[in-house]
């Protein structure tokens, strides 16, 4: 059973800095792809940063320079380091695994940047 299970989200100030983490089982995590979304309230979700099987990394323009995705495959764990962050930022934010077809979503958890 495929399980993907975020944590790091919270509450923070504008200019403040969050990690997100997302731990993988149920796959084999080295040759999915991971990637990062968020959704919030009355939009629609969207791609935050993308890391590929071969560690490429590629992100959403209103992210660059403040977001830094990574991985981990001893530990099947994907991260998003995020810096700076904006109350524009603020959104559930959700980990996907893919590969071909296949595509499997976390729960998500909450960061809202807020003074």
């Known amino acids: 059973q495929v399980q993907l299970v975020e944590s790091g989200g919270g509450l923070v100030q504008p200019g403040g800095s969050l990690r997100l983490s997302c731990a993988a089982s149920?796959?084999?995590?080295?040759?999915?792809?991971m990637g990062w979304y968020r959704q919030a309230p009355g939009k629609q979700r969207e791609l935050v940063a993308r890391?590929?099987?071969?560690?490429?990394?590629n992100y959403a323009d209103s992210v660059k320079g403040r977001f830094t995705i990574s991985r981990d495959n001893a530990k099947n764990t994907v991260y998003l380091q995020m810096d700076s962050l904006r109350p524009e930022d603020t959104a559930a934010y959700y980990c996907?695994?893919?590969?071909?077809?296949?595509?499997?979503w976390g729960q998500g958890t909450q960061v809202t940047v807020s003074s």
């Open positions: 149920g796959i084999i995590f080295s040759i999915y792809h």
């Open positions: 890391i590929t099987s071969g560690d490429t990394a």
């Open positions: 996907n695994a893919a590969v071909g077809a296949i595509s499997n």
